[in-house]
């Protein structure tokens, strides 16, 4: 029922206001219902003892049926219709986005709940799925980096990646550190390429560059060098937080209360100078703010047309009345003629 | 109607009833309707012809010729007309409505009853009296009630013939020829019609048109009752409603005999169509 409303309107409701007539119409058809007709003097009607024949029956009903086709039409002109909508997105151009995500172990402290890289994915998700009509990509990187996901329109795809990030297998896989340097500069290499309007790095790190075959300057020459803007994110609470420390013999981690370190003055300095922006996000709020806010600075123009598929209604309703009508005159004038 | 033109029809009845009073019904309305006896008046000189019975010895005596008794019937009789003009008398599908068939009776019976020297009185009723002209003797009285028959015009359209009766019997403190004309579409008179017909001699005369008894099959007709001022489409093409209405005709036309008879009264019952002459000297002869 919900469904038939939501997909009906009334092109001119206030046609509707038509109707009033009705209640009028029949006051009027009920005085005047001798009104019109010759009538017959006659001496006495009792003796016809009030025998109600099938004509008399049909003969009430008639203006009940003039009523009805008013009423009819009335709705008739108010348009009913029902609409189909298909909206279609005419995607237009977006922009790059590379994410290169900080995955050394100290992405595992518990600043951020229920800890740093965690709360990063799921924020990156939400991310990505407000925004359509950008190309994403995912670069990690810890000790050294590599790409998760090259540039692709395929969201999906995209976010999956981001959902599979798997801290324990990387850790196996890559170098210890932090190489904030390769991160950027793998970021770079990625987008160097496209051809969008806008190309971004979100560059997130929870650390200071202590690796790698690049140095983070070096990076920020690259960027500077292919236009394309750096929004660095500095995840950690000021202080101390609960970070792993070492690696116990089973295989799972250390914990201690560690100082939290962020190379502040480089990341701030890389998103100065690509026209980004530095943000730091001591919480999961904070995080979340902080991706709300790139949203809002990378607008990019969505171009959606909807088409709207009308069917009117108001054919069969302005037909029953017109056949009601039609049936009115001839029974008046065929069957139930009168004879003076 | 201008008063020329009431006039114009006043003697136009005058000139048809007076000659059928004069010529058809005198003797006829004299005889049906006797007085209370025969009275001496006068002597006058014998002439061939005449009953030796008759013959005043005494006067013959004295003036040697011889001289007959005259005797005269003493009448001084009332004649009283009730007649219904509520609205559905207005009714007539014939050459004319049932209200100028019952003019043209009136004045028939008015006009007899002057010639005979009778006193004529009228009342006009509908659901109440709408007029009453006491008897008085004379041509120019006639003319009134016949004037009166044509262009009064009743405050109200429906029929209590009970009422009419109750007035008359009220009015009339002697015994007096009653003539009650309607159409007699009403019921309930009968009690009273008893009381009255115990008193007076009384004659009903029901007037009705045709149409009345047997409806046309007309399809359907709105129709507007002359005396609720109702309207209803009824569907005279239906045999079941023809049946009715006659059926219903019938019963009132039963109780309508039923009444008068029992009351001891004459009836007469005249169609718009049929000839109310021939039927009157019917009942005149019977009663004479």
């Given amino acids: 029922m919900k469904n038939l409303f939501e997909h009906f309107e009334l092109y001119t409701p206030y046609a509707l206001l038509l109707l009033a007539l009705v209640p009028i119409l029949s006051v009027w058809l009920y005085r005047k219902r001798y009104a019109e007709k010759p009538k017959m003097q006659y001496a006495d009607l009792n003796s016809f003892g009030g025998f109600k024949t099938l004509k008399n029956k049909v003969l009430i009903i008639l203006p009940v049926l003039l009523l009805l086709s008013v009423a009819l039409i009335s709705i008739g002109i108010a348009r009913p219709r029902s609409i189909d909508v298909t909206a279609k997105t005419k995607k237009t151009k977006g922009i790059d ?8 172990a100290s992405m595992l402290a518990r600043d951020l709940k229920p800890n740093r890289l965690e709360a990063l994915k799921k924020t990156a998700i939400n991310f990505i799925k407000k925004r359509p009509n950008d190309r994403f990509g995912v670069v990690l990187y810890a000790g050294e980096a590599f790409t998760q996901v090259p540039i692709t329109s395929d969201q999906r795809i995209v976010m999956q990646a981001i959902r599979k990030i798997n801290f324990r297998q990387l850790f196996n896989q890559l170098d210890q550190g932090t190489a904030i340097g390769m991160g950027l500069a793998t970021a770079v290499n990625r987008l160097k390429d496209s051809k969008a309007k806008s190309k971004v790095v979100i560059l997130m790190t929870d650390g200071v560059n202590n690796t790698g075959e690049i140095d983070p300057y070096t990076a920020l020459e690259l960027a500077k060098e292919f236009g394309i803007k750096v929004y660095t994110i500095g995840l950690g609470t000021n202080g101390y937080a609960l970070t792993p420390v070492g690696v116990r013999p089973d295989g799972s981690f250390e914990y201690r209360n560690a100082k939290v370190e962020i190379d502040e003055k480089l990341l701030k300095k890389i998103a100065a100078e690509t026209g980004g922006k530095y943000f730091r996000a001591t919480d999961n709020r904070k995080l979340q703010k902080i991706y709300k806010e790139i949203d809002k600075l990378e607008k990019t123009e969505i171009k959606e047309t909807k088409y709207y598929n009308y069917k009117e209604l108001y054919r069969p309703l302005i037909l029953i009345s017109v056949i009601l009508i039609s049936l009115i005159g001839l029974l008046r004038y065929t069957w139930l003629k009168s004879f003076i | 109607m201008t008063t020329k033109d009431i006039l114009k029809k006043v003697r136009k009845i005058e000139i048809k009833t007076k000659r059928l009073s004069d010529h058809i019904f005198g003797g006829e309305y004299h005889s049906s309707f006797k007085g209370r006896g025969m009275t001496f008046s006068e002597v006058r ?12 010895w005494n006067v013959t005596a004295r003036y040697r010729t011889p001289f007959v008794k005259v005797f005269e019937e003493e009448r001084e009789l009332t004649m009283m007309l009730a007649v219904d003009i509520s609205g559905s008398e207005n009714f007539g599908t014939q050459t004319q409505l049932k209200r100028e068939m019952i003019t043209e009776i009136v004045a028939t019976l008015a006009f007899s009853a002057t010639q005979n020297n009778d006193k004529v009185g009228l009342i006009l009723y509908s659901d109440e009296i709408e007029l009453f002209i006491p008897p008085a003797k004379g041509r120019s009285h006639v003319l009134r009630i016949i004037r009166e028959l044509i262009d009064f015009k009743p405050k109200h359209t429906r029929t209590n013939t009970a009422q009419a009766l109750k007035f008359l019997y009220n009015v009339l403190k002697k015994k007096a020829i009653v003539f009650l004309i309607s159409d007699f579409i009403d019921t309930k008179y009968e009690d009273t019609l008893k009381i009255v017909g115990r008193k007076h001699d009384l004659t009903g005369i029901m007037v009705y048109d045709p149409i009345e008894k047997e409806m046309p099959d007309l399809g359907l007709v709105a129709l507007r009752d002359l005396e609720t001022g109702k309207t209803a489409y009824v569907d005279t093409g239906n045999k079941q409603v ?36 021939k039927k009157m000297l019917q009942y005149f002869k019977a009663r004479s």
């Fill in chain 2, 45 to 56: 000189p014998y002439a061939f012809g005449d009953d030796v019975r008759n013959i005043d």
């Fill in chain 2, 242 to 277: 023809r049946h009715t209405h006659n059926a219903m005709f019938l019963k009132r036309h039963d109780y309508f005999k039923k009444a008068f008879q029992k009351a001891g009264s004459g009836i007469i019952w005249v169609a718009t169509n049929g000839s109310y002459i």
């Fill in chain 1, 97 to 104: 986005i590379m994410l290169a995500v900080d995955v050394s």
